[in-house]
């Protein structure tokens, strides 16, 4: 990769959950990854340590391997640094990666298990 000055006036982030990744300027790999276990329930009494990834049989599941690249005979030639005047941004989740600048590679994982648990209906 040719390596180029970030020049970046402003930024503007709300939020950065659950193994995302905020970077600026030029990186080789970015490899965020996350596991959330997300239960909701129904009533006031909640108590934790109820359950473990392992319980799930999606936390354990392999994910299938990134597709090879693509080999193209191109040149590219930036002379330019790269110029940012302003963002915003709410809100970066779940293995996310907010970049300015360059990246080689990116490989970004998430395991997210969602639940509820609903109380019997009273008749």
């Known amino acids: 990769m040719i390596k180029r000055m970030v020049y970046t006036q402003h930024v503007d982030i709300t939020s950065v959950l659950i193994g995302s990744i905020v970077d600026i300027g030029d990186v080789y790999r970015a490899a965020p990854s996350s596991k959330v276990l997300a239960v909701q329930k129904e009533g006031l009494q909640f108590k934790g340590d109820l359950y473990d990834f392992e319980d799930f049989p999606i936390f354990s ?3 299938s391997p990134p597709l090879p690249p693509i080999q193209m005979d191109s040149f590219h030639y930036q002379n330019r640094p790269i110029e940012v005047d302003y963002v915003r941004v709410i ?3 779940t293995a996310a990666v907010f970049q300015i600048g360059g990246i080689d590679h990116i490989d970004a994982i998430n395991y997210t298990k969602h639940f509820r648990l609903l109380r019997e209906e009273e008749q």
């Open 61 to 63: 599941q392999e994910s």
């Open 91 to 93: 809100g970066i989740s």
